[in-house]
């Protein structure tokens, strides 16, 4: 079994930046991909960004291009995700998913953390 445990959320002014860490711990973790999504108040949950545990390469949602980097510390089994330039609109609660996939118009992962509250003020 593996627990992901998501920290670093938080209140913020628009326009400043937070950073997520999303910590994995139990048996040998070796995921292909990390992902972080999140889930505002009566909206699906959004797909925000994917790292490949191995290479490093990343994907974006086009909402978090340029804005968001999504990085990972393979010896410490952790993904981050730095969030600059944030908006009232990122306001959610964030997530992080262990080789997510897209199944009948919803994501699912191998393992969920419990999400951490981000909120942006304008």
């Known amino acids: 079994q593996v627990q992901l445990v998501e920290s670093g959320g938080g209140l913020v002014q628009a326009g400043g930046s937070l950073t997520l860490s999303c910590a994995a711990s139990?048996?040998?973790?070796?995921?292909?991909?990390m992902g972080w999504f999140r889930q505002a108040p009566g909206k699906d949950r959004e797909y925000v960004a994917l790292?490949?545990?191995?290479?490093?390469?990343?994907h974006y949602a086009d909402s978090a291009k340029g804005r968001f980097t999504i990085s990972r510390d393979n010896a410490k089994n952790t993904v981050y995700l730095q969030m600059n330039s944030l908006k009232p609109e990122d306001t959610a609660v964030y997530y992080c998913?262990?080789?997510?996939?897209?199944?009948?118009?919803?994501?699912?992962?191998?393992?969920w953390g419990l999400g951490t509250q981000v909120t942006v003020s304008s």
């Open positions: 998913a262990s080789d997510p996939a897209k199944s009948g118009g919803s994501w699912r992962g191998d393992y």
């Open positions: 139990g048996r040998t973790f070796s995921p292909n991909t």
């Open positions: 790292i490949n545990w191995s290479s490093g390469a990343t």
